[in-house]
């Protein structure tokens, strides 16, 4: 049974960070990566990472994102770094798992205070 479960969501003040984790089972697991959802808005990518590594950011958010994987424990990280107002949207995590296909986390909050 593969499962992905979200967590290191919360409240920050406009400047701060936080790091969320995203931890997966039951798979080998090929690209992951982590998507977000504002109120009224269609959900967008943040960023992604292969299994070898390679990564890709929205320009929202390039050189203030960092996303990072061990391949070891199946976990992929997002690194939030001088968090924006309009960074505020649920976050939820995504990976390919090798042989089942695409699964989705249940998502943790993130907001942004200004």
């Known amino acids: 049974q593969v499962q992905l479960v979200e967590s290191g969501g919360g409240l920050v003040q406009a400047g701060g960070s936080l790091r969320l984790s995203c931890a997966a089972s039951?798979?080998?697991?090929?690209?992951m990566g982590w998507y977000r959802q504002a109120p009224g808005k269609q959900r967008e990518l943040a960023a992604i990472i292969s299994r070898d590594g390679n990564t890709n950011y929205a320009d929202s958010v390039k050189g203030r994102f960092a996303i990072s994987r061990d391949n070891a424990k199946n976990t992929v990280y997002l690194q939030m770094n001088r968090l924006k107002p309009e960074d505020t949207a649920v976050y939820y995590c995504n990976a390919y798992s090798i042989g089942s296909g695409v699964f989705w986390g249940q998502g943790t909050q993130v907001t942004v205070s200004s």
């Open positions: 039951g798979s080998i697991f090929g690209t």
